[in-house]
């Protein structure tokens, strides 16, 4: 079946250091979704791509979708303590279905 | 608008008790989709329902079931619990009209119920 696959598990990084997690699918997608996950709180949608090759930027998230649609990468500028959380990509199952990376947990240390 | 709500919020239950928990999506949403969230397995799909009808289900045993209601409120139950249910469940709406099969929207995500099975 579809799966998604994405790494790296844990990054530790300082504060105003750059972050980055990668999110790879055996198949093509129709589109990716990235959400955050704060530790106690639940997903949070962050944002959906569907083009291939597209770029969009949220303040210091810059989110990238592939060319071929198989792969997607959030970025993270000069991290924040508010950054940490876990961050999940997710990638369509049919009738909003969500098949989602095992996410990458952030922690930035002061 | 007010977001998903889930209840109970917590919930401890002993191995062979049934459970149900419940969802209220954000008015509107008639997509009401369910997950199960656990450290070891992460983020799994359970099922969804649209209008009162399940449109798809994930690789979880028959234990697992759901509804949905009239008013797109939503209900999972697990039958004879083990330990290895424990887990965070999630509830998660859409506004998703179309109900196409190539389709996933934006969900939006409930608190969800933490269930500790003993």
Redesign the interface.
Known sequence: GQQVMQIPQYQHVQEGEDFTTYCNSSTTLSNIQWYKQRPGGHPVFLIQLVKSGEVKKQKRLTFQFGEAKKNSSLHITATQTTDVGTYFCAGPGGYNKLIFGAGTRLAVHP | KAGVTQTPRYLIKTRGQQVTLSCSPISGHR?V?W?QQTPGQ????LF?Y?SETQ??K?NFPGRFSGRQFSNSRSEMNVSTLELGDSALY?C?S?S?TS??????????????TRLTVL
Request: aromatic share 16%.
């Open positions: 997509s989709s997950y992460g983020l799994q799909f969804e649209f449109r798809n994930g999630l998660a859409s998703l109900g196409g099969a190539a389709d996933t929207d934006t969900q939006y995500f409930g608190p969800g």
